[in-house]
């Protein structure tokens, strides 16, 4: 791994379909918009973009932790793109701020700190856990 500077980013983005609602991804009785967890899915992938140029051959990082606010409903159709910012990095652990916007206003904020892993050895220890 190399050297991850503070203050490198990272952004993804999804156009909201209908299997991303909270509606038909968690509960019927709930509304027809974003479900949380896709878009901390969408958070966690602009954090692994913020430091996929500093990751070595056979590296990863995987997310440990997650700290964010839902703070507005986005509909089918409206692309949410998500942006990271590397905030403090201690050894292999890297912290992250995050946030989410659907082109009208922001729709969530918060934190997310990922781990810098070899696939090597993460995918032997996975594998044993398969027998």
């Given at each position: ?25 968690k ?8 479900a949380t ?95």
């Amino acid at each position: 791994m190399k050297q991850i500077p503070l203050g490198a980013t990272g952004t993804a983005t999804l156009r909201v379909q209908p299997e991303h609602l909270a509606d038909r991804f968690k509960d019927a009785i709930l509304p027809q918009v974003l479900a949380t967890p896709v878009m901390i899915l969408i958070m966690e992938n602009a954090a692994l973009n913020a430091i996929r140029p500093f990751l070595d051959a056979g590296e990863s990082a995987v997310g440990i932790a997650v700290d964010v606010k839902h703070l507005a409903a986005t509909p089918v159709g409206h692309e949410v793109r998500a942006t990271a910012e590397v905030v403090a990095v201690d050894g292999k652990r890297i912290d992250f701020k995050v946030s989410a916007r659907d082109g009208r206003e922001e729709i969530g904020t918060g934190s997310h700190r990922r781990i810098v892993i070899d696939l090597r050895s993460f995918n032997e220890r996975l594998a044993r856990k398969s027998v």
